[in-house]
């Protein structure tokens, strides 16, 4: 069974600040990881995925196996970025079965 | 291009009744999935529809259907509703599943009573 844990049910730090946001899956087969945001009124927008190396707003995420891993890094918060992020994974044979963490909310001190 | 719809937003029932809810996909997409999102177990998937077969399931009891129609547009069903069914009911939908990104509708609001 696939699994998505993220561990901190909220994450406060000052603007300027780096953040990290954690995220561990456990899965047997070969998953594509992601990140979704949702902002306050806003629906849940993919952020990035593991396959594109992407940096999307300054926040990059690497995948690592050998840990299985998969933590959302900023350098600098800004304070646009309070929101709900999920970590996700789906199987990378396809299919729309994707597998949500319970969230992390992120909260920038002015 | 418009979004996901939903309908509708919000719906009250009590224990017992059954609802349907519907989703409006993107113009061209063919995938549809559904999510329930709750304060206690987050974002959990209901299934996924394809060309109006169900290609992926969650674990879900059955009193939790669903169907899509020829023009991609589709519904789920809950039926003999409990307290438990209140959440927040989301849609996504994608091009043609697989790889493509999923793009998520602002949600049916259920409570039960």
């Known amino acids: 069974a696939q699994r998505v844990t993220q561990p901190e049910k909220l994450l406060s730090v000052f603007k300027g600040a780096p953040v990290e946001l954690k995220c561990n899956y456990s899965?047997?087969?070969?998953?594509?990881l992601f990140w979704y945001v949702q902002y306050s009124r806003q629906r849940l927008q993919l952020l990035l995925r593991h396959i594109s190396r992407e940096s999307i707003k300054g926040f990059t995420a690497d995948l690592n196996k050998g840990e299985t891993s998969f933590h959302l890094k900023k350098p600098f918060a800004q304070e646009e970025d309070s929101a709900m992020y999920y970590c996700?994974?789906?199987?990378?044979?396809?299919?729309?079965?994707?597998?949500f963490g319970t969230g992390t909310k992120l909260q920038v001190i002015p | 291009k418009a979004g996901v719809t939903q309908t509708p937003r919000y719906l009250i029932k009590t224990r017992g009744q059954q609802v349907t809810l519907s989703c409006s996909p993107i113009?061209?997409?063919?995938?549809v999935s559904w999510y329930q999102q709750t304060p206690g177990q987050g974002l959990q998937f209901l299934f996924e529809y394809f060309s109006e077969t169900q290609r992926n399931k969650g674990n879900f009891p059955g009193r939790f259907s669903g169907r899509q129609f020829s023009n991609s547009r589709s519904e789920m069903n809950v039926s003999t509703l409990e307290l438990g069914d209140s959440a927040l009911y989301l849609c996504?939908?994608?091009?043609?599943?697989?790889?493509?990104?999923?793009?998520f509708g602002p949600g049916t609001r259920l409570t039960v009573l």
């Open positions: 113009s061209g997409h063919r995938s």
């Open positions: 899965y047997s087969g070969s998953p594509e």
């Open positions: 996504a939908s994608s091009l043609a599943g697989g790889h493509d990104e999923q793009f």
């Open positions: 996700a994974l789906r199987d990378s044979g396809g299919y729309q079965k994707v597998t």
